[in-house]
T-cell receptor, first 110, second 117 residues
Framework: GIQVEQSPPDLILQEGANSTLRCNFS?????LQWFHQNPWGQLINLFY???GTKQNGRLSATTVATERYSLLYISSSQTTDSGVYFC????????????FGGGTRVLVKP | DGGITQSPKYLFRKEGQNVTLSCEQNLNHDAMYWYRQDPGQGLRLIYYSQIVNDFQKGDIAEGYSVSREKKESFPLTVTSAQKNPTAFYLC????????????????FGAGTRLSVL
C-alpha cells in the first residue's frame, strides 16, 4: 500500500517564527488533506489540496503531485498552533481510503 | 448546528464485553468512516460506508463490527475479539454522492476514548 511519511516528527518553535512541514507519499494520489489535531483530540480540516497552492490566513500549503510531496507553511506562529499536524492521502486503486502519515508534533512557546 | 456527534466521550470496557460507539451526522453526507488512533500515532481506517446498507472493511477491521441502517448513523461495536481496544476512536463523514469518493473532503467528530477496566 501507499506510504505516507511526514517530517520532522517534532518541532519546537518560538512564538512568531515561521516553519515548514513536509509530507512525502509513495504513489500517485487523488486526494490530499492536511489536518490539525488540537490537544483535545479534535481533528480540524486545514486544506484539501491534491495539487497546487492554497492559502488560509497564516497557513498555506503546496502539493507537487508529480514529485509526490506536499508542504504546509506556518507563518508568524502562535501558541494556538500547537498540536499535531497530519497529512492524509487517497489512492483510488486502494479503495478510496484516507491513509494518514505519522504526524508532526508542533509546540509553540510564548 | 451541523456536524458530526460522537458519544460517549469516554468509555470503559470490561473483559469479554462488547461496547458500541455512536456516530451521528446531520450533514446529509452519504459516506461515513471509523478510524482508530493509538497514542503518538496516525489514524488507521477500521470500516467505511459509502451508502446506506453497505460497508467495507478498512485496514484493521478484525474485532470490530458496524452497521449502516440509516444515512445519518454509523455505530461501531468493539467486540470481545478485539484484544487491545484501548485507543481514541474517530468518526468521519464526506459528501460522497456524485463525486468520486477519492475527491471528497472528510470531516471528523470529536472522538471517543475507550479504555479497558
Amino acid at each position: 500500500g501507499i506510504q505516507v511519511e511526514q517530517s520532522p516528527p517534532d518541532l519546537i518553535l518560538q512564538e512568531g517564527a515561521n516553519s515548514t512541514l513536509r509530507c512525502n507519499f509513495s504513489d500517485s494520489v487523488n486526494n490530499l488533506q492536511w489536518f490539525h489535531q488540537n490537544p483535545w483530540g479534535q481533528l480540524i480540516n486545514l486544506f484539501y489540496i491534491p495539487s497546487g497552492t492554497k492559502q488560509n490566513g497564516r497557513l498555506s500549503a503546496t502539493t507537487v503531485a508529480t514529485e509526490r510531496y506536499s508542504l504546509l507553511y506556518i507563518s508568524s506562529s502562535q501558541t494556538t498552533d500547537s498540536g499535531v499536524y497530519f497529512c492524509a492521502v487517497v489512492v483510488t486503486a486502494a479503495g478510496n481510503k484516507l491513509t494518514f502519515g505519522g504526524g508532526t508534533r508542533v509546540l509553540v512557546k510564548p | 448546528d451541523g456536524g458530526i456527534t460522537q458519544s460517549p466521550k469516554y468509555l470503559f470496557r470490561k473483559e469479554g464485553q462488547n461496547v458500541t460507539l455512536s456516530c451521528e451526522q446531520n450533514l446529509n453526507h452519504d459516506a461515513m468512516y471509523w478510524y482508530r488512533q493509538d497514542p503518538g500515532q496516525g489514524l488507521r481506517l477500521i470500516y467505511y460506508s459509502q451508502i446506506v446498507n453497505d460497508f467495507q472493511k478498512g485496514d484493521i477491521a478484525e474485532g470490530y463490527s458496524v452497521s449502516r441502517e440509516k444515512k445519518e448513523s454509523f455505530p461501531l461495536t468493539v467486540t470481545s475479539a478485539q484484544k487491545n481496544p484501548t485507543a481514541f476512536y474517530l468518526c468521519a463523514s464526506s459528501s460522497g454522492g456524485q463525486l468520486p469518493i477519492a475527491k471528497n473532503i472528510q470531516y471528523f467528530g470529536a472522538g471517543t476514548r475507550l479504555s479497558v477496566l
